[in-house]
């Protein structure tokens, strides 16, 4: 395994545009749990019967109760080595983020140039969408559920994308533009949620070398040209 974190860190100084996506995996050594697989149970719901406009629409508030319960997990989480190890090669010129996480602890690592692929969970917007631009909130907890649009007193939303939810637009160009690069690395995501697990094919389509850092297989794993089956804040430890 060795040989394949030298192989990883001889590409990434030899590489000019690097991209790389990294999914909840990044962030289980810091303590915020996974969506699927083995301790990945929110709370025993699904993901898919949490995260959508029609969960919300029916129940608000148990849709807010499980996001500030996520939100107090997260709060005392600190970033680990795989975040700063992404944060010290954002510092190189050509460098892309497109994290699917919401937790904010890639930004708090220090990197630059983060795509919020899925938005931010710090993040709250008007349910009625008003017009009222987003606003940051760090509470946890909140002080009433479900918090409220300061401008029109409806409901808020976490600012953050659920299934059958579009990218946004701005972000979905950048992260579509970063696929066009020579390395490109997807960390510690399952790489079953689209649009985002389609980014890796086509950056291979565009010629980027492609690598894998997981503990355990995906259906990316058969496409990329290497595998670094491993944690990743193992793989990534002293790595900048
Ligand atoms: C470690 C580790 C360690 C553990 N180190 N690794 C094409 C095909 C099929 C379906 C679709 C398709 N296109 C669209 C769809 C529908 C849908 C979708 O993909 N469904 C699939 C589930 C089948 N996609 C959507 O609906 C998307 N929107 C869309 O397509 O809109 C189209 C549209 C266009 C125009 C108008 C209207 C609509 C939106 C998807 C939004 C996903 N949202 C969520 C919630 C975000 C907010 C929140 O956090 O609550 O995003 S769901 C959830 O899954 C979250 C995550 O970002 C996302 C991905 O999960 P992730 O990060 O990969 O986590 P896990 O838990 O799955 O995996 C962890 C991995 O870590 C595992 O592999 C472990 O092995 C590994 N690991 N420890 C490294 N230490
Ligand atoms: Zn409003």
Do not use: K
């Amino acid at each position: 395994m060795d040989d394949a974190i030298d192989r990883l860190h001889r590409l990434i100084d030899a590489s000019t545009r690097i991209t790389v996506v990294t999914g909840a995996g990044v962030s289980a050594a810091s303590g915020v749990p996974t969506f699927r697989g083995a301790g990945g149970l929110w709370r025993s719901f699904r993901a898919e019967d949490l995260a959508t406009p029609a969960a919300f629409r029916r129940d608000p508030r148990l849709v807010w109760e499980w996001y500030d319960w996520r939100r107090g997990i997260i709060a005392a989480c600190e970033p680990n080595a795989a975040h700063r190890a992404i944060a010290a090669w954002s510092r190189r010129p050509g460098f892309t983020l497109i994290t699917q996480n919401v937790d904010g602890l890639h930004e708090r690592a220090g990197t630059s140039n983060v795509l919020r692929y899925h938005g931010s969970i710090w993040h709250l917007r008007c349910a009625t969408d008003c017009g009222q631009p987003e606003w940051e909130d760090r509470r946890a907890p909140l002080p009433a559920l479900p918090p409220l649009c300061p401008s029109c007193g409806g409901p808020a939303r976490p600012s953050v994308v659920w299934f059958g939810e579009p990218i946004e637009r701005a972000v979905a160009a950048a992260a579509d533009a970063a696929s066009d690069c020579d390395l490109f690395l997807s960390i510690g995501t399952s790489s079953v949620v689209y649009p985002a697990a389609g980014l890796l094919a086509q950056a291979r389509r565009r010629g980027a070398t492609t690598v894998e850092i997981n503990p355990d297989a995906t259906p990316s794993t058969s496409s990329v040209d290497f595998v670094i089956r491993m944690p990743a804040e193992e793989a990534l430890r002293g790595s900048s």
